[in-house]
């Protein structure tokens, strides 16, 4: 398997610092929102802006778990540059093209293979469909 070249893998090691921050600055975003709604509900005690409230504590839960999702695939990622194994699709063992990579830094799959496992994996990820 061949490596990628160093100073590829650097420009994908800033991307990779790049969104972890900005994942870092939106989960304490989602945060400060979610204080905000949790004291507008306690404020107004009428039943529509409280189940209005829980809604969009709802909502925040959601991108905040979809944020720390993806913070556990760039831990994932920095471990598999470490080792060597970083850029290997780890379902059929060939190199994601750099494209894909500079796109989605923490891909552990190519194209063929991700859109294989969102296809089997469907139920799981996505809530009813409408
Ligand atoms: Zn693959």
Redesign the pocket.
Known sequence: MENLPVQQLDHLKDLLNQRERALRADILREANLQDDYAQLASEVPDPGDSSFANLAVDLGNAAVTRDLNELRAIATARTRMENGSYGE?I??G?QIPFERLQAQPAAD??A??QDMYEKTHADSTRGASL
């Open positions: 699709c379902e059929c060939f799959r190519c063929p293979c």
